[in-house]
């Protein structure tokens, strides 16, 4: 989040820096001279919105995730499925929920690694925004009633009419 926030930052000054040039290239004059009055009060007003609102953006070294498994292939997929979450809900995980969901899937997945990365790349495949307990047939593919039919004991007779 402060990698987006210093991003849209950086991205504001560029384009006050490019305003200013064109504003500065032009000829002296009553109107210009408005324009730059105009544009120094709205640089100005931008600045302070954006020291108000910087308060709210966490710092990602402030709040540091602690992963509850080591290996790289958890922290490459926990990274896939923040990025799902975002790309597709527009959600962006908050260091309290992180933690929060991190927990959650350590336990669920009685703390084995595989069953959590299975958990994972069940969540992003079915497109689902919450950490749950998937039921064994859906870890597996199946879909309820997927079962194999029993054979019924049901025969016609002849001639029964």
């Known amino acids: 989040m402060k990698e987006h926030w210093n991003n849209l930052v950086d991205q504001i000054q560029k384009m006050i820096d490019d305003e200013a040039t064109v504003i500065n290239g032009l000829r002296n004059g009553p109107d210009v001279t408005k324009i730059k009055k105009n544009f120094e009060r709205n640089v100005k007003t931008l600045g302070k919105q954006i020291d108000e609102f910087s308060v709210f ?68 495949c079915s497109r689902y925004k919450s950490i ?3 039921k064994d047939f859906q870890l597996n593919n199946d879909q309820p009633g997927d079962e194999p039919a029993k054979e019924s004991g049901f025969t016609l007779k002849k001639k029964t009419i």
């Open 57 to 124: 953006v966490p710092d990602p070294e402030a709040d540091e995730i602690e992963m509850p498994f080591d290996s790289e292939e958890f922290a490459g997929t926990w990274k896939d499925y923040k990025e799902f979450l975002y790309d597709v809900f527009g959600i962006i995980l908050v260091p309290v929920e992180e933690r929060r969901r991190l927990k959650k899937l350590f336990n669920i997945s009685k703390k084995n690694e595989e069953r959590a990365l299975e958990f994972l790349d069940f969540y992003i």
């Open 132 to 134: 749950f307990l998937p």
